[in-house]
């Protein structure tokens, strides 16, 4: 039997995606589109300590968790 500490890192999974901000929104959120197959639109929040600016247009990574692919939150600037 797996203990709590695998378990909420198996259900924790993260998948990164490359993806475009369209739209900058209140309270720090932006409507990314993923760049898959699909072009879904996704909310996100900046993630991390550091205050990362982005602006719509620019290319980002964001990380989708396993529990709510509706919502993300970007991770870094795509170089």
Do not use: C, T, W
């Amino acid at each position: 039997m797996p203990s709590k500490l695998e378990s909420s890192a198996a259900a924790g999974a993260a998948l990164r995606l490359n993806a475009r901000v369209m739209e900058a929104l209140p309270n720090a959120m932006y409507r990314v589109e993923l760049e898959d197959e699909r072009r879904s639109q996704v909310l996100a929040h900046v993630a991390g300590p550091g205050l990362l600016r982005v602006l719509p247009g620019e290319g980002v990574v964001v990380e989708l968790m396993a529990y709510d692919a509706a919502r993300g939150r970007i991770v870094r600037r795509r170089a």
